[in-house]
């Protein structure tokens, strides 16, 4: 069975770090992407970053550009999102999800790991 696990939420100060990390397994194929969202109460959940397995191919919400970087490490079938300068605004749970446009019913998610920032 897929499954993909989320890890690094916690409590930090604002200005701080972390680190989220997403692993997966029991994928049958390599060709997929891997994206980070968020949602907050009373609000659209957000993508936050993606990146692609096979070609680490990246993109960035504009809120996030500079701040946060996204990594893969295909050995470890680990996901990576450093997050750094964090802001109040940043505050939420976060997940991460894999996806492919070609292979069918491919679309899976994680786990919510709650990030909080204080002013």
């Known amino acids: 069975d897929v499954q993909l696990q989320a890890y690094g939420g916690g409590l930090v100060q604002a200005g701080g770090s972390l680190r989220l990390s997403c692993i997966g397994s029991g994928f049958t194929s390599d060709d997929y992407a891997i994206g980070w969202f968020r949602q907050v109460p009373g609000k659209e959940r957000e993508g936050v970053s993606c990146i692609s397995r096979n070609y680490g191919r990246t993109n960035y919400a504009d809120s996030v550009k500079g701040r946060f970087t996204i990594s893969r490490d295909n050995a470890k079938n680990t996901v990576y999102l450093q997050m750094n300068s964090l802001k109040p605004e940043d505050t939420a749970v976060y997940y991460c999800?894999?996806?492919?446009?070609?292979?069918?019913?491919?679309?899976?998610w994680g786990n919510g790991t709650l990030v909080t920032v204080s002013s």
């Open positions: 999800n894999v996806y492919s446009t070609i292979i069918a019913g491919m679309d899976y």
